[in-house]
């Protein structure tokens, strides 16, 4: 009998336990915290730590997503909890995928090209690791323990029914009671989040707010829930708000122009000397600098690329300037010599704006301007986004023949041969961009096409990189061959480079592949320069190796240099780079080079945390040292992204009319 009511007694308690809402809430809550502490540990973000500031601010926000759940009745409480659970654990797992990738966080602006994410197909896959499991532990405890509740409270409820049967059982908490708890746990939540987060602005972080230069640095402060509704505040300020510049800002805007063509020059030999020549642009899927005149197992890995460098003038310190639309943000700043955003792509945010861009300068001044990018019309929102940009015609994967399927798409030899087939009923001179896509992460090429040897990589990721690349460069030969053949080898400009890195930032597979330890600065450079290589018409500047920093921005005024078009009745923030100008150029990240120093910022976007370089001697300096630089780049993006978002170069004049004595 003693056994008996003992037994009764624990299965009352047990029952009572499950009665009891805070215990349900109490799981939800340390559940998240593990999630969010799980996933900032997966990171493993440079120099941004979770110290206990941020375990309170992640605790806090956990709170602020759900205190609501405590104005529902008991059952409603526990269902809503599940659902919480189910769409964190989503975002959050999301957000470790899309870093793994991009090095960043899904925003509000990513969220509205969701519809690329099914394209990625094989690159999503080879992004998960069979540890995520950890993630969804909850999720599968949770499929086994519905029947067993379901059984429970069968069992527990047919019970009650005999021994009470003429009894109704009612149970309702009072409403003021759940609203009373519910307000508290808001007040506590509230409290958690954003006084540690007031500290942190009112000390060290009081301009991150301001500048918004990365995600990382917004996440240092805010915790991963608190960004995302830092994101979508932001946004609905930026859609929704009325705000506008001030004449003040406006003004300072005109100015930066303004200083800018004062430094610019085309009083020189090259400025004209190609007028009237095709160009052809080829920015080509992750083709990175560190791989140009490399070697593997006595193999080069861009044979042609490197007797083209012989015929042509080869940049080694060109950087892609690209954020977290990627491929669109080369494209986007290299058309238009405008900086990326800081949060998602242009491409998709701001179609309908109007941009200074080169297809439509190049058509003003006689040219037929042409789009070849053998995928789906719509990814990156290019159907609108070409319209915008002035260009003919978009050829896309519904103009070519699938007859070389490789990678996500059309093989890259194929892609240049059935472009260039398509480029002679053009009207001359035509300009045309081309997008190439085989050595797109994942990086898989068929065996039976495989041709370079990787040796100790085989199998690897990065293995598969150098055999896409390698691939790639026989395209460009093949490419090389058929112009020569068709005569548009001597009456074309040639320029091709590289949209953005591979994604890879192993950096023991860059020192074994390279055969040398590499510092901080070694892998700034290895992951942001991409080769540029122009090829002249008459082989002026053949085999000339340029060594001045240049960038994407660069593309549009140098091209326009060479064809004697004048830059200066556009708004254009990239170097001329022929004119013999001052470099300098900015990462959308705030880092920065001008040829003499090379900073590095922190994530957490303090500057004092950041690494001063001295490119003389490759050498750590004193940070303050790169602090002009450091202001002007940033003032160079916030430039860039007040003329995008409030769509003001439709308003401001040429820098030639804002000069003094200009009418």
């Not at 809430?25 to 915290?33: D, E, S, W």
Request: proline share 4%.
């Amino acid at each position: 009998m003693s056994n008996f009511s003992s037994g009764t007694n624990a299965a009352n308690s047990f029952h009572q336990l499950l009665k009891f809402r805070y215990f349900y809430y109490l799981v939800f809550l340390i559940l998240m915290m593990y999630k969010l502490v799980h996933v900032h540990e997966t990171l493993n973000i440079r120099n941004v730590d979770m110290n206990r500031l941020d375990d309170l601010i992640a605790l806090g926000s956990i709170i602020l997503v759900s205190f609501w759940t405590f104005w529902l009745p008991r059952r409603g409480q526990i269902i809503s909890l599940i659902i919480l659970d189910i769409l964190l654990t989503a975002l959050i797992y999301s957000d470790l995928i899309y870093y793994r990738y991009f090095q960043d966080f899904i925003t509000v602006p990513v969220l509205l090209q969701a519809g690329q994410v099914g394209a990625l197909g094989d690159s999503i896959q080879s992004l998960l690791r069979w540890q995520d499991i950890w993630f969804f532990v909850d999720w599968l405890l949770l499929i086994g323990w519905i029947p067993v509740m379901m059984i429970y409270r069968r069992c527990s409820n047919h019970g009650r029914i005999i021994r009470h049967n003429s009894i109704p059982e009612r149970r309702k908490s009072k409403v003021w009671i759940r609203c009373m708890t519910g307000l508290i746990t808001f007040i506590i939540g509230f409290s958690l989040t954003f006084f540690p987060i007031k500290h942190y602005k009112d000390t060290w972080a009081g301009d991150l707010f301001k500048g918004n230069w990365w995600n990382m640095s917004l996440y240092n402060i805010t915790g991963l829930l608190g960004f995302h509704a830092y994101d979508i505040y932001r946004y609905t300020k930026e859609h929704i708000g009325s705000q506008q510049l001030s004449a003040e800002e406006i003004n300072h805007l005109q100015d930066w122009f303004t200083l800018k063509q004062e430094d610019h020059s085309e009083q020189d030999e090259l400025f004209g000397k190609y007028k009237g020549s095709n160009v052809i642009v080829i920015q080509t899927e992750a083709l990175m600098n560190f791989m140009i005149g490399q070697r593997i197992g006595g193999q080069e890995v861009t044979p042609n690329f490197n007797v083209l460098m012989k015929d042509s003038l080869y940049y080694s310190n060109y950087y892609h300037q690209t954020g977290q639309g990627r491929t669109s943000d080369a494209d986007f700043s290299s058309q238009t010599s405008l900086h990326p955003l800081p949060t998602g792509s242009v491409f998709v945010r701001y179609p309908d704006h109007q941009f200074d861009s080169l297809p439509s300068i190049l058509k003003k001044n006689g040219y037929t301007s042409n789009a070849f990018h053998a995928y789906e019309p719509s990814f990156w929102n290019r159907t609108l986004m070409y319209q915008a940009l002035g260009y003919d015609r978009f050829y896309s994967k519904n103009d070519f023949t699938l007859d070389e399927p490789l990678g996500w798409s059309l093989g890259d030899k194929s892609f240049f041969q059935q472009s260039l087939n398509k480029m002679k009923d053009l009207q001359e001179p035509f300009y045309s961009f081309l997008i190439t896509l085989t050595s797109h992460h994942p990086y898989v090429i068929p065996k039976n096409i495989q041709e370079l040897d990787t040796g100790e990589f085989k199998g690897t990721i990065f293995g598969d990189y150098l055999q896409s690349v390698h691939y790639v460069d026989a395209a460009f030969g093949e490419l090389v061959a058929q112009m020569k053949q068709e005569g548009l080898w001597d009456r074309t400009i040639l320029y091709i480079y590289g949209d953005h890195d591979n994604s890879l930032s192993d950096k023991a597979a860059y020192e074994k592949f390279l055969g040398k330890s590499l510092s901080e600065l070694d892998m700034a450079k290895i992951m942001n320069q991409v080769p540029l290589l122009i090829h002249l018409p008459d082989r002026s500047q053949a085999s000339v190796n340029m060594t001045e920093p240049a960038g994407q921005l660069d593309m549009a005024p140098s091209i326009m240099h060479l064809l004697g078009i004048s830059t200066q009745s556009y708004h254009m923030m990239g170097n001329d780079l022929f004119d013999g100008s001052k470099r300098f150029v900015a990462l959308r990240s705030g880092a920065f080079t001008d040829g003499k120093l090379y900073f590095i910022p922190s994530p957490n976007g303090n500057f004092d945390d950041g690494s001063c370089y001295d490119l003389q001697t490759n050498q750590l300096t004193a940070v303050n040292v790169c602090r002009v630089g450091y202001d002007k780049a940033n003032d160079e993006l916030k430039v860039s992204d007040e003329i995008i978002q409030y769509d003001l170069l439709k308003n401001l004049k040429p820098a030639t009319q804002t000069k003094p004595g200009a009418p």
